[in-house]
């Protein structure tokens, strides 16, 4: 993840030298990946042991941008109300995200005005997820979120796309992004699907997260695309 060139966040955290100075490396390491990955193939085609499978929940952990690699600092864990997750609920911006706009700093601008303005503990969701479906952590998971509405969030794992879904229509990463944010919390906090929900589902005060991605939550397509995936995850 970290030495994929054609990553913006990532040049943007990195440098753009960093990643340029890597590119020489790059070319020989993928060589002799690829002579590997051919040896090994060959190998498991001999043993017949089938196709590896892929445990798509730590990839997703994996590629999750921490609050120190956006340039976040730490919550005061003093002031922090712990809970435990059991759902999962999903939100938008309900701002226009014009591409172009720097994810990074928009992530630095939310936990100050989280902080300073609504002297909330931090930012308010656990996960963001960008027009490109790149997903950074947020609030600690361990802390329950805070919100304008009328709801408790205690118990909530609270994902955002970037966006005004009343507006705009979600694009395909961001679909795909939200479906393995919502996988990995699925499997690792034992939600079942059936508590996977929007932001409205709770209060009655907001249309978030929005009608064109709300669409998602109501026809299924979240839930039955998160059952797969931890159903693999559990067989592997
Ligand atoms: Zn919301």
């Keep these: ?38 040896a090994l193939g060959a190998l ?41 997750i059991n759902r999962i609920t999903l939100h938008h911006a309900g701002v226009a995200f014009p591409r172009g706009k720097d994810p990074i700093a928009y992530m630095q601008n939310l936990q100050r005005w989280s902080r300073d303005t609504r002297k909330w503990l931090d930012l308010p969701y656990h996960y963001v997820i960008d027009l490109d479906g790149n997903i950074y952590e947020g609030r600690n998971i361990k802390f ?18 970037v966006g005004n879904f009343e507006e705009v229509e979600p694009n395909e990463a961001q679909l795909a992004a939200v479906v393995e944010t919502m996988a990995m919390l699925a499997a690792k906090y034992r939600v079942p699907v059936e508590k ?16 064109n991605l709300y669409r998602y939550l109501e026809n299924g397509y979240f839930r039955d695309r998160v059952r797969e995936r931890v159903k693999a995850a559990a067989a592997s």
Excluded at 65 to 70: G, L, T
Excluded at 201 to 210: L, M
Aim: glycine residues 12%; neutral net charge; contains cysteine.
């Design 1 to 38: 993840m970290l030495g994929e060139s054609g990553n913006p966040a990532m040049a943007r955290l990195f440098g753009q030298k960093w990643l340029e100075s890597r590119a020489g490396a790059g070319v020989l390491l993928n060589y002799l990946l690829t002579i590997t990955t051919l």
């Design 44 to 84: 498991l085609f001999a043993g017949c042991a089938g196709p590896v499978r892929v445990t798509t929940i730590d990839d997703t952990e994996r590629r999750i941008i921490s609050v120190a690699q956006w340039g976040g600092t730490p919550a005061d864990e003093s002031r922090a109300r712990r809970h435990t």
């Design 144 to 161: 329950a979120g805070d919100t304008n509405t009328e709801y408790d969030p205690a118990g909530h794992a609270l994902i955002e796309v």
């Design 196 to 211: 996977i929900e929007g932001h409205k589902d709770h209060s009655r005060q907001t249309v978030c997260p929005g009608k």
